[in-house]
């Protein structure tokens, strides 16, 4: 493929990995209707840990994140590509590269229209129903970009791991110098003087 796909845009959706029907569509180059016909044409091909549709508020929340990102804020173009490429937590990249999607979504559709979530299964599947050289090859392409965000969160996860493992070791040395600490200002202090011997005579009591 001469053009370059466009980028995988991935969401965490009920705690799970899922990329949307605007998104998936425009990486098998088909439009969102023709993916979500021939969806719903296959829809037993599609259990609900392949797909599920997002409900009002959810997509509602997204919504509004998006708009709260985009309120004020002057460059927020050049603004949102930078997260994209160079944040990777806490979805904030993702819901800046979802910006377009949401917002085209909402004029061209109206507020009843609820998109689809496809989960890494789902997509693939999604690519079979298709059945375009496109879509097939993309399907590709769409499942690394799955496998490369959990590579990610697992290094991620290691990292946090190793960090929480210092920070309880660190406090464990520190415990240990605090006793040594408290053992050594003894010895460190100097011993009191002994009482001095009164030189001359003394009258008895």
């Not at 840990?49 to 990102?69: G, K, M, P, V, W």
């Amino acid at each position: 493929m001469k053009n370059k796909p466009p980028p995988v845009t991935i969401l965490t959706i009920r705690e799970q990995k899922m990329v949307l029907d605007s998104d998936l569509a425009a990486v098998y180059g088909v439009t969102t209707k023709r993916l979500n016909e021939q969806f719903r044409r296959n829809r037993k091909r599609f259990p609900a840990d392949f797909a599920f549709q997002l409900t009002a508020d959810e997509f509602e929340s997204l919504r509004l994140q998006i708009a709260t990102l985009d309120e004020g804020t002057p460059g927020r173009e050049t603004k949102r590509s930078q997260i994209a490429t160079s944040s990777k937590s806490a979805g904030y990249a993702e819901l800046a590269n979802w910006s377009q999607i949401a917002t085209s979504s909402g004029k061209h559709r109206g507020k009843a229209y609820r998109p689809w979530a496809f989960t890494e299964h789902g997509a693939l599947q999604a690519a079979n129903i298709l059945r375009t050289d496109r879509a097939i090859a993309m399907s590709v392409y769409v499942i690394r970009a799955f496998i490369e965000q959990r590579e990610k969160l697992a290094a991620n996860a290691a990292i946090l791991k190793r960090l929480a493992e210092i920070d309880k070791t660190l406090l464990e040395h520190d415990t240990a110098l605090r006793e040594i600490y408290q053992k050594l200002v003894p010895l460190l202090s100097p011993p009191p003087e002994p009482p001095r011997r009164q030189i001359g005579f003394q009258a008895a009591s």
